[in-house]
Nanobody
Framework: QVQLVESGGGLVQAGGSLRLSCAASGLTFSSYAMGWFRRAPGKEREFVATISWSSGGNSVYADSVKGRFTISRDNAKNTVYLQMNSLKPEDTAVYYC?????????????????WGQGTQVTVSS
């Protein structure tokens, strides 16, 4: 049974930082590209960042977070991270990690076979 468990969300002031973690189990983690998505209140889920199977592999970011967020992974710990700096109120959302049914980085949500339950990030102005 595949499980993705996010942690690290919370309340932070604008300009602050948070680091999200996603611990994976029940899958060969190093074979999967991983991604982060988010859903803001009243909006559809949107892509945030993705990283290919390798810890030093290719990563892709949404334009809205480029230069502020960094995705990374530790295959020895079966964990993917999202370092979020210079947070803005518009970053407020539930953040989800997901495992893609392929090894290369992909922004398409349809490529992701497994999803976590999400962690709330709230950025106050």
């Amino acid at each position: 049974q595949v499980q993705l468990v996010e942690s690290g969300g919370g309340l932070v002031q604008a300009g602050g930082s948070l680091r999200l973690s996603c611990a994976a189990s029940g899958l060969t983690f190093s074979s999967y590209a991983m991604g982060w998505f988010r859903r803001a209140p009243g909006k559809e889920r949107e892509f945030v960042a993705t990283i290919s199977w390798s810890s030093g592999g290719n990563s892709v970011y949404a334009d809205s977070v480029k230069g502020r967020f960094t995705i990374s992974r530790d295959n020895a710990k079966n964990t993917v991270y999202l370092q979020m700096n210079s947070l803005k109120p518009e970053d407020t959302a539930v953040y989800y990690c997901a495992a893609a049914a392929r090894s290369y980085a992909t922004a398409g949500s349809y490529d992701y076979a497994y999803w976590g339950q999400g962690t709330q990030v709230t950025v106050s102005s």
